[in-house]
């Protein structure tokens, strides 16, 4: 059968862009539909632009530090609106390059909505239909709102940060993961009085318990106010004068209350069901190894499956799915030993398992740990620490887990990852000769374990 294009991907984003990219060039004829701006969350409104906001907090800290290596400055002024106008050019700038990237590859942007009208068939806002041998859904994911709670629509998400034009005094987030600490690390430095909101006891479920303790530490230390145990059981007030109430009847004044409490995929009203494709119970498509759904001729990769909602997992997942329909040859995603990093201050950078994975995994493991003040921090007179943990298979020596807490730990675990990938025992960091001076070199001179 004939049709329009060979190729029609949903979504302009990291994995989207990727996957039409590398099958135009395999000689396919692709159609990309994108109805916000190219560029996806990661560029337009996720960890672009939150790492130039991350930078941007972390100036107070050098600036306060210098004086202890013998600078003197002037009182510093931070300009909030100047920052914003910077971050928007330079996103201006990636969508630009990104809007390139397809041109030049030959694949036909339309700025539209599209959904899924059938197997081979999909539907633009604009009232055409066009027809494709693969459908590739690259839809990503949207943030949650809890729409039960009274006044919610007084709350914002993460989206919305990006749009404020002044900093504001004060601040609540709700939730714990690492949306809400990175958020919660930059505002803090930049001058707002942040609190906040957790259900559970702790940030950042599901990493390492020392890595979680240590920054819960570190962040209060800061000055952030951390609520654990409670939740947000309404809002009332108007923008910019909200008042909080949390479940023991507490109330928080804020002028922004922002909801970071995870993100659901983004599949509501693209025609799926309809169309035979299987979504599990949060929305997420269901998809094999090679990104294919339950319909043979429609794929999706990225965070609308739920796998791994990292946006260099998108772009591994939508290259190999080009590779495997357009490239003649089958790739299929290892999503095991995926190193990533949380940009909080201190940040962290972490690779492998967990100790408490590790030993719910029935293994017999040893377990190395140091925490030191950096180098850095003799002069600068900065309380804060560092943390390295090592987790370790006895019976074999491979390394398991790398966990780091720290400055530039996020730089640190992208070469770690690259040592586990290959099988890195205890044995081959301990022959590595360590670069002196540097934090990192803790990872190869770490020899007494402290649990096994």
């Not at 960890?47 to 210098?66: G, H, I, N, T």
């Not at 922004?256 to 993100?263: K, L, M, Q």
């Not at 398992?353 to 029935?362: C, I, K, S």
Request: proline share 4%.
């Amino acid at each position: 059968m004939a049709h329009d294009v060979d190729l029609f991907v949903i979504g302009a984003g990291s994995g989207g862009v990727r996957a039409g990219r590398i099958s135009a060039g395999y000689g396919a004829r692709v159609m990309v539909a994108e109805d916000y701006r190219v560029g996806g969350t990661c560029v337009i409104r996720g960890c672009v632009p939150k790492k130039l906001y991350v930078y941007a907090s972390r100036f107070a800290d050098e600036v306060d530090e210098a004086k202890g290596f013998g600078w003197e400055a002037g009182e510093p002024r931070f300009d909030f609106a100047a920052l914003k106008a910077a971050k928007d050019k330079e996103i201006d700038r990636l969508e630009g390059a990104y809007r390139n990237t397809l041109g030049n590859a030959g694949v036909t942007l339309v700025e539209t909505r599209a959904t899924v009208a059938g197997p081979h068939a999909v539907r633009l806002a604009d009232g055409r239909t066009v027809t494709a041998g693969t459908i590739l859904v690259a839809t990503g994911a949207w943030p949650y709102l809890p729409s039960a709670t009274p006044g919610i629509h007084l709350a914002e998400t993460s989206n919305d940060i990006f749009e404020w034009t002044a900093l504001p005094r004060r601040v609540v987030i709700v939730g714990g993961g690492y949306i809400a600490v990175e958020f919660a690390c930059a505002l803090s430095r930049m001058g707002s009085e942040v609190t906040v909101v957790i259900r559970r006891d702790k940030v950042l479920r599901g990493f390492d318990e020392d890595l979680r303790d240590a920054l819960m530490n570190e962040m209060a230390q800061s000055g952030i106010r951390i609520l654990t145990g409670t939740d947000v059981v309404g809002l009332d007030g108007r923008p910019g004068n909200i008042n909080v109430t949390l479940l023991n009847g507490d109330g928080i004044a804020a002028e922004h209350v922002v909801y970071a409490t995870g993100r659901v995929p983004n599949t509501k009203g693209l025609g799926l069901l309809e169309a035979g494709v299987e979504l599990d119970a949060d929305g997420a498509i269901r998809v094999d190894r090679f990104s294919r759904t339950a319909v043979p001729s429609i794929y999706a990769v990225g965070d609308v499956t739920n796998r791994v909602n990292l946006t260099p997992v998108a772009i591994r997942e939508g290259h190999a799915f080009a590779d495997s329909v357009f490239g003649g040859r089958e790739v299929a995603v290892d999503h095991s030993g995926i190193p990533s990093a949380v940009f909080s201050t201190p940040e962290i950078g972490t690779v492998g398992q967990t100790e408490d994975e590790a030993r719910a995994l029935g293994r017999e493991i040893v377990i190395f740990r140091t925490s030191f003040r950096p180098m850095k921090a003799t002069l600068s007179g900065s309380p804060s620490r560092t943390l390295m943990k090592l987790v370790v298979d006895k019976a074999t020596d491979r390394m398991l887990g790398v966990h780091i807490l720290g400055e530039g730990a996020g730089e640190m675990i992208q070469c770690v990852g690259i040592a586990m990938r290959m099988g890195a025992t205890k044995r081959d960091f301990d022959m590595t000769m360590a670069v002196h001076p540097t934090a990192a070199e803790e990872l190869v001179t770490l020899r007494t374990p402290v649990a096994g």
